[in-house]
């Protein structure tokens, strides 16, 4: 079953989350550091300022109540969605998915660019926001891709594309995977791999991609790690400290987002707001541990669209080497949240590699 959905926090939520950020026991810093030892106190004192006195949830609440939202259960567990359809009733369907530290809210600035094109189907990940929490084992990205059919199954959508980007890639190619069929094209802006000592020479720009690669295969980000070993430990002190979990939230999208496009305070702090009202930190991490690395071969057409200022930069002939390329574009502009950072660049990506896909056969 299919139901409507509409959110309303508790003012009691929203009340406890002022308390608490009035109430933050803010740790020292040593004169001068910067970055050198992690978030900079003044920047993220700023940051829970704006968050206490500024920031006003309910507005912007009921803007993405304005979005046409459901919710239905899948596999034991309750999915959250958008669901915008073309004026077009031929349009293919396009599913995206999000990542982590996002959230749905990552698409909202090419809604409306995209569904002159495209049904337009938006979910939350299990265990993200309205999604979560999850309660049992298992959710990995092939789980998370085989509940996708299945929503896109219910919805009436027989063909369809899907796009992501970070976890949300790993998604989409592990849907094409799984639903071969249905799939018409995925397509990510971001696909790591890691090197391939039969792939062959490589340039020196690409041999530059892949030393970013290597350098994060050998020292593993320590926010990566603490959430592929101990998610539940973690999530005591986000879940707890609101402060704790926008520096936690924040700092990624400080270092993976383009200095020229950065997502501003409003933005971040209602991603972060999602995170802490629906306390979805631990469950959102555990993604990241029940998921093996590596990419999921996939046989649809794949578009890629590279970004400059993402973590890492695909490798084309890596790439090319597990994967039917379509369509390869590189920006100069960009970071990690694309779709939030420059959603004209992304939306036209998008449009370019579905359309000039082949219509499904009926």
């Not at 396009?94 to 959230?103: A, E, F, Q, V, Y």
């Not at 400059?308 to 390869?328: C, F, G, K, M, S």
């Not at 920006?331 to 370019?352: C, I, K, N, Q, T």
């Amino acid at each position: 079953m299919i139901e409507p959905y509409r959110i309303h926090v508790p003012q009691a939520d929203l009340d406890d989350l002022a308390d608490r950020l009035a109430r933050t026991r803010w740790p020292n810093e040593i004169d001068d550091a910067g970055w050198d030892y992690g978030f900079p106190l003044a920047r993220l004192r700023q940051l829970a300022d704006h968050w206490r006195t500024r920031y006003d949830w309910r507005a912007h609440e009921a803007r993405i109540n304005e979005l046409p939202q459901y919710t239905t259960e899948i596999d034991g567990q309750r999915i959250h969605f958008l669901h915008l359809r073309a004026e077009n009733p031929d349009a293919l369907p396009l599913i995206l998915t999000h990542g982590w530290p996002g959230s749905f809210l990552e698409f909202l600035d090419v809604l409306e660019p995209l569904r002159r094109d495209f049904h337009l189907v938006v979910p939350s990940i299990p265990g993200f926001g309205f999604s979560g929490p999850t309660r049992d084992r298992g959710w990995d990205v092939a789980r998370v891709a085989r509940a996708w059919a299945e929503l896109m199954d219910r919805l009436g959508y027989r063909h369809y594309g899907a796009q992501g980007g970070d976890f949300g890639a790993g998604i989409s190619t592990a849907l094409g995977a799984h639903a071969p069929d249905r799939v018409v094209g995925v397509h990510v802006t971001y696909q790591p791999l890691p090197p391939d000592p039969e792939a062959g020479p490589l340039s020196a720009a690409d041999e530059a991609r892949l030393d970013t690669v290597r350098a994060l295969q050998a020292a593993r980000p320590p926010y990566q790690a603490l959430q592929a070993t101990t998610p539940q430990t973690l999530g005591y002190a986000l879940t707890d400290s609101p402060v704790g979990q926008l520096a936690w939230i924040a700092e990624r999208f400080a270092h993976w987002t383009d200095p020229a496009t950065p997502v501003d305070d409003e933005r971040l702090l209602t991603d972060v707001s999602l995170y802490w009202l629906t306390a979805t930190a631990a469950s959102s991490a555990r993604l990241t541990r029940e998921t093996p690395r590596g990419g999921t071969p996939c046989p649809a057409p794949l578009g890629v669209a590279v970004f400059a200022h993402d973590i890492t930069l695909a490798v084309r002939p890596l790439v090319e080497r597990r994967y039917d390329v379509r369509h390869w574009s590189e920006f100069d502009r960009g970071g990690h949240f694309a779709a939030m950072e420059v959603p004209d660049l992304f939306a036209r990506d998008v449009r370019e590699f579905f359309t000039a896909l082949a219509p499904p056969a009926a």
